[in-house]
């Protein structure tokens, strides 16, 4: 089968041409000449099958007639993340290059202005994350029921992030005859219920997840303490043949600290997490797909569809807690049928978690010895003892508000663990797993240090008022309120008392 066989228009197959795509893959096969037909589409299928072509490609014959009005776009996709938006958008420029559609990206963390204007012009394709197209709905910049067409992707993922209120909302907001696409990597029940809103009549078409990536990812389990994660983690970045990494976390919060921890022992280390700016997290993306950075600290807001060739190896610094997520994660390398590794700290308390994993794979993970384990074990002991002298914050000495911060848990990395010695290779405990290297992690959940001098009196009482630092990446994120005025205090406000007085 041809991409030509699929019905698509001259201008669309010379732009698939122009990217290098021979063959079109099962869910393009499958998905593509029921869009083409107008038919509403139920897909499983996950991010790496190809599934963004699938819809985009006939979208963009669908809009080919027709015309824009302002305010009115033609055509929706909704994304759960502003990295998947902006892949689909990208997407949608490669395949629509010689298709003349208009197209607007609606994602948070970007000027509104520039959105507006795009909006007012009138587009063929709206690309947006629920929260910010409701945004422009409320301001009354955006009206969806010219929308004909409907995308809704990741759908459980949506599910996952609790967006699926505002998916309703937005679809309440279209009109009831149009075409609705809805794909999801898994088919619960309750996600078919959903569907079942949204669709009508709809083909159901279905691919595997693309292998569980277990044939061409080589996996492994390092079982350490959870104050050897950090040494751990530096262990196996220096391993041979990895070239870069996605490292993931399970908390925002960690994801600062391992990536300022990185930094300081010299890994070209870069960050992404849900409360970054959306302008540092798409720099930094876009650093790390042209291999400026070569390491990737993040939380699972980067597990699903950012599709970074050429990845060496995925680190779980923290066992994923959903099932799901370890699959996304490790999917991340070994892509298009490339090697890959895959490597994952445990330690006590993550036996459930990576029962479901196994359940979810079909298999156990090998288990793994990282050398150099006592050096790591002897820094793991530093960094614990540094953390028990560190004072304790009044919340956690009187225990009362759980939801306060906890100043030294938010503030930046432990200063100055010893630098290791370690720079041996790993070595494996089962034949199958041809480990090339293997990283060390964070300590995930111990008080993170500030380390401050020690104080020599034990009695003295600790400082009061430690404020919690605020996480480098906070300063300019748009979706976090400024509270009171912010930095916009009008000059009357800084009259000095003393000059009134004198008058
Ligand atoms: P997706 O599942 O949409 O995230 O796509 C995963 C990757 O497959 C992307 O890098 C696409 O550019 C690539 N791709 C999409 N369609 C094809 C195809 N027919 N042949 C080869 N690669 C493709």
Do not use: W
Not at 63 to 82: D, V, W, Y
Not at 163 to 169: A, H, W, Y
Not at 250 to 275: E, P, Q, Y
Not at 398 to 423: H, I, L
């Amino acid at each position: 089968m041809t991409f030509a066989d699929l019905g698509l228009s001259p201008e669309v197959l010379k732009a698939v041409d122009d990217s290098g795509y021979t063959t079109p893959t099962p869910i393009q096969e499958k998905a593509i000449p029921y869009v083409l037909m107008g038919r509403d589409v139920l897909g499983t299928a996950q991010t790496g099958t190809g599934k963004t072509a699938s819809f985009t490609l006939p979208m963009i014959d669908i809009l080919a007639s027709g015309h824009t009005k302002a305010r009115m776009p033609r055509s929706l996709i909704l994304e759960p993340t502003r990295e998947l938006a902006a892949q689909v958008s990208e997407n949608f420029e490669q395949y629509g290059k010689y298709s003349k559609l208009s197209m607007a990206l609606l994602i948070g963390g970007v000027s509104f202005s520039d959105q507006e204007a795009k909006l007012d012009r009138g587009v063929d394709v709206l690309i947006a994350t629920p929260g910010r197209l409701l945004d422009h709905f409320e301001r009354g910049k955006v009206l969806l029921n010219g929308v004909k067409t409907l995308v809704i992707d990741e759908a459980d993922r949506m599910m996952d992030m609790g967006f699926i209120p505002d998916v309703e909302r937005i679809v309440s907001l279209m009109p009831p005859l149009r075409q609705t696409l809805f794909f999801s990597a898994t088919m619960s029940k309750d996600m078919r219920k959903l569907a079942d809103k949204f669709l009508m009549n709809p083909k159901e078409v279905k691919v595997e997840a693309p292998s569980m990536a277990a044939s061409t990812v080589v996996q492994g389990l390092i079982h350490v303490m959870k104050r050897e994660k950090r040494p751990a983690i530096r262990q196996m970045l220096k391993g041979e043949g990895v070239k870069n990494s996605f490292i993931f976390c399970n908390r925002k919060k960690d994801v600062d600290i391992l990536l300022g921890s990185l930094t300081k022992h010299g890994f070209n280390a870069g960050g992404l997490h849900g409360d970054m700016s959306q302008s540092h997290r798409m720099e930094t993306l876009a650093k790390f797909k042209s291999g400026e950075i070569s390491h990737l600290v993040c939380s699972d807001v980067a597990a699903r569809g950012i599709d970074v060739s050429n990845v060496s190896h995925v680190f779980n610094f923290d066992v994923p807690t959903h099932a799901e997520d370890y699959v996304h994660r490790i999917g991340r390398t070994g892509r298009a049928g490339q090697e890959g590794n895959a490597f994952t700290l445990t330690n006590k308390g993550d036996e459930k978690y990576l029962a479901a994993i196994y359940k979810t794979i079909g298999k156990e993970i090998p288990k793994i010895e990282l050398e150099g384990m006592e050096d790591i074990a002897a820094e793991g002991v530093d960094i614990d003892s540094r953390a028990k002298r560190q004072p304790k914050s009044r919340n956690a000495r009187d225990g009362s508000s759980r939801r306060a911060p906890n100043p030294t848990r938010e503030a930046r990395p432990a200063r100055g663990p010893r630098p290791t010695r370690d720079t041996k290779p790993v070595r494996e405990t089962k034949p199958e797993t041809q480990v090339e290297a293997v990283a060390a992690a964070p300590v995930a959940v111990e008080p993170v240090v500030e380390v401050k001098p020690q104080a020599t009196d034990r009695n003295a009482k600790p400082k009061k008022t430690q404020r919690p630092r605020r996480s480098r990446y906070n300063r300019d994120d748009d979706d976090n309120p400024v509270l009171g005025l912010g930095e916009n205090v009008p000059a009357f406000f800084k009259i000095e008392m003393r000059k009134s007085v004198e008058k």
